[in-house]
């Protein structure tokens, strides 16, 4: 019951976010400074921790190929494959509900439990819109960095797999362009964008609607994350059987 | 001049506000006075319009605010001005950025009369160094300050205070009372505010009234509270022993 009026109240606010806007000139330059914190921030890690998981998929489909029968350039096509459909938006939009999540619900919690919300409130802002408009518009970049993580995590399972043996570059670029399937990187994408406005709304929603102290702020971090997290995970099982099921 | 009338606010079965009336005069200081917890802050943030009471009505200079439409409600907010209790500076803007805020949202003013104006409010409240630091980078009453600053800028008819001098030393608290008694009386507005500090009651306070349990328990002047025999507010006011002597040496000095 509780969660079926949370819905409810997550599907009013998205609404009003998008009422009574904010000045232009005030909205741009928050805008771009939610670019600069949601998406050239998270630039860093996830080229990091991309390039890694992308040598690691390399080495563990390589030492997996115990028989002849099976062609090398597999290793270079599993990794193509697992990094496109699964790993970049996936996998990177978890880390990005820890990082950029908790980022929003303290933010936005910190500035309800100081009252700041209010006196939004009282001089007549939309403190919706205000405050998650310019996520939600920032996010649409999200899949500007997604497209770099694709790249980086092939590039990892390159230096992986040529440096570390297990593969040759002419396999591995073989396994690369083996049955490239164009919509395998559209469907990616669709849930990129689906993800990028889940990771906007859900941590605001917990932070704009908490009530409590600063140790409720750090609580209500923890729960966006959680539920930020199996709503990605619900709608990429979804998304997966409408797209390619 | 705000009349309330009969005002009810509940927070699920918390009956919060049980029937308040009053008016609050033009020009004056008005306190609200009563124990946390006793509902100043739910009656003010009615006053504000930020709660909607179930029943009873709030008119501003004779506007009912419940009849007027959303954009009759929005001008109207626009006259007032609010001091929260923690100050509610926004943290990632400047003291500057802060006063401008309203004018930048609200106004067309070219940049160098927003300038003009943000210069003169923040001189009147006294802050002359401090436009380019974060809120975090000054004191608690400098805060307040700044928040007296951003109420005032768009020039409001009514501005209301939350506990205005809570966690402030006594000193700067009888500075910040000071000064919001000189702004209203400057320019003229309906100026409502909540404290349970003894000093402002007696210093500042032209016109109190005494909430408990969500009741108006009493109401009357910073003189009458001296002479009233009502005990729930001699309770409130004379807690400390100190208070209760100056005040019986008051009674005697009278007689
Ligand atoms: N948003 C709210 N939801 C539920 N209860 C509230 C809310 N705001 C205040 N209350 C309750 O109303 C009562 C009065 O609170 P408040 O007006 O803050 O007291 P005061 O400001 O006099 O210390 C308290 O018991 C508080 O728990
Ligand atoms: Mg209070």
Redesign the pocket.
Known sequence: MNYIASIGSYAIMVKEVFKKPTKWGIMKSLILKEIDELIYGSLGILIFISFFIGGVVAIQTALNITSEIIPKYLVGFATRQSIILEFAPTFCSIIMAGKVGSYITSSIGTMRVTEQIDALEVMGVNALNYLVFPKIIAMLFYPFIIAIAMYVGILGGWVAGVFGGFSTSADFVEGLQLDFNTFHVTYSFIKTLVFAFILATIPSFHGFYM?GGALEVGKAATTSFVWTSVVIIILNYILTQLLLG | MIEVDNIHKS??D?N?LKGISTCFDKGKTNLII??????????IKCLLGLFAPEKGTISYDGKIYSELSGSEQRNLRQEMGMVFQGSALFDSMTVEGNVRFPLEMFTKQSDSEMQDRVDFVLKRVNLIDAHHKYPSEISGGMQKRVAIARAIVMNPKYLFC??PNSGLDPKTAILIDNLIQEITQEYNITTVI?SHDMNSVMEIGEKIIF?KNGIKEWEGTNKEIFKTDNEAVTNFVYSSELFKKVRQMYLEERN
């Open positions: 009530k | 927070f699920g918390a919060v009563g124990q946390s917890g006793s509902g100043k802050t739910v009656f939350d506990e909540n909430l």
